[in-house]
């Protein structure tokens, strides 16, 4: 590979733990007492939400005694169990870790996720090492949804966005870097499989798992 540097997103392309976010709000219903099947159209309308609008939806919805701040808390402490004990690697990745050290290729992590969690999980995993750094988007009041975050990434260890190859699995961050002018190879990710179409218009590459970017090496 021809790149001065990596860029890495870790939920859903580094490691397994979209199906964890898919089943958070059937987790944060089930410790309330709350059958969730008996709310499937409460799923249903928090399903494009952020953890702050689902929350103020759950307190209004259920008639909650706790304030849309104490259920973000909540939240995210279930998510931060999962982090810390469940969630795993994708398979392949620490195999094309290794192979873009080998290049010499250094590399970081961009994510939504708060860097110290992503820090332990990543840690946890045995790949931390991997990376020069973590950026989480909300340590920089950038979305990634937008290009100024992936040349942020590229210019903070000192290189251009157009040297730069990002691996996403959201169609909407792979248009963004793509946007900011870095190369953009999409993973095929499972629960966004309705976007994998725009993800093959977007990026450059497309692979369908780990073992298969190998071959990008």
């Given at each position: 590979?021809?790149f001065?540097?990596?860029?890495?997103d870790?939920?859903g392309?580094?490691v397994?733990?979209?199906?964890?976010?898919?089943?958070?709000t059937?987790e944060?219903?089930e410790?309330?007492?709350?059958?969730?099947?008996?709310?499937?159209?409460?799923?249903?309308?928090?399903?494009?939400?952020s953890?702050?609008?689902?929350?103020e939806?759950?307190q209004q919805?259920?008639?909650?005694?706790?304030?849309?701040?104490?259920?973000?808390?909540?939240m995210?402490?279930?998510?931060d169990?999962?982090y810390?004990?469940?969630?795993?690697?994708?398979?392949?990745?620490?195999?094309?870790?290794?192979?873009m050290?080998?290049?010499?290729i250094?590399?970081?992590?961009?994510t939504l996720?708060?860097?110290?969690?992503?820090?332990?999980?990543?840690?946890?995993?045995g790949?931390a090492?991997?990376f020069a750094?973590?950026?989480?988007?909300d340590?920089?009041?950038?979305?990634?949804?937008?290009?100024?975050i992936?040349?942020?990434?590229?210019?903070?260890?000192?290189?251009?966005?157009?040297?730069?190859i990002?691996?996403e699995d959201s169609?909407?961050?792979?248009?963004?870097?793509?946007?900011?002018?870095?190369?953009?190879?999409?993973?095929?990710?499972q629960?966004?499989?309705?976007?994998?179409?725009m993800m093959?218009?977007?990026?450059?590459?497309?692979?369908?798992?780990?073992?298969?970017?190998?071959?990008?090496?």
């Open positions: 590979m021809d001065s540097f990596a860029i890495f870790m939920d392309t580094i397994d733990s979209m199906p964890f976010w898919d089943r958070l059937e944060y219903l410790t309330l007492d709350v059958t969730p099947e008996e709310h499937l159209d409460l799923k249903d309308a928090v399903a494009q939400m953890m702050r609008e689902a929350a939806h759950f919805a259920l008639e909650l005694d706790k304030t849309p701040e104490e259920i973000v808390l909540e995210g402490d279930l998510m169990r999962h810390q004990e469940d969630i795993q690697l994708r398979p392949g990745v620490k195999e094309f870790l290794e192979g050290r080998d290049e010499h250094p590399m970081c992590v961009l996720t708060p860097a110290p969690l992503a820090y332990a999980c990543l840690e946890r995993l790949v090492d991997y750094f973590i950026l989480c988007s340590d920089v009041g950038i979305g990634t949804d937008q290009p100024e992936f040349a942020q990434a590229a210019w903070e260890f000192g290189v251009y966005p157009m040297e730069t990002v691996f169609h909407y961050a792979a248009r963004a870097a793509k946007q900011a002018g870095c190369t953009v190879v999409g993973i095929f990710e629960t966004h499989e309705e976007q994998w179409a093959q218009r977007f990026c450059d590459e497309t692979v369908m798992d780990w073992h298969e970017a190998l071959n990008l090496l």
